[in-house]
């Protein structure tokens, strides 16, 4: 393993109340900081040695690392660190880009009373969440539930495949720019409630845009901006 994560098992130790929450958020940051490289593998025992526990915490923390999506399980190598890269961000950005405003459009004459409160619910639900991956699912939930009354299935399981992969770089994103553009989601269910299309959508592509540059400089500061 790294030097740099030796380093964070030391710093970090006390703060730890079980020894999974310990090797669970260490090894959290450190993938998320890029101390530890994409493509790592992060072998058992060589981690039950670096954080001086046995093999049960590691072997958890490392199924929960999996639930985040920042650790891949491959056969024959075990654990290891996802690949993740600018050229996969902007890939799917690009993506979002072309679909999310098109189906918006369309679901916002036929969105309901229960859909706003419920999108309300779940904006109040981001304000009050703090682990990553439930951000990840109530943000996805959020845009989902202003683009579900489009009326065109393909579309919309199009559109939530590639939030769920979305989902991957939101925990970089979150590392990098710490809000989840909680006055863009805000903004844009306003405007939806007005069925003011026009502003929606214009809203809605700068909470993308915002959310693109925001991730584009984070690989720029964090590994030289190599795709
Ligand atoms: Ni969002």
Redo the contacts with the bound molecule.
Sequence with gaps: MTAALSELVQSAAPRFRTATEFVEATLREAILSGAIAPGTPLRQEELAATFKVSRMPIREALRQLEAQALVDFEPHRGAVVVQITLLDAMDNYAIRAALEPQALRHSIPHLSETDFDLAEELLAEIDQETDPGRMGEL?RR??MTLYAQAGLPRLIALTEQHLATADRHLRFHLAAVGD??QD??RELLSACRDRDVERAVATLSR?HNR?REAMSAYFASRDGGKA
């Design positions: 943000n959020f845009h989840m553009g863009e989601h909470h959310a």
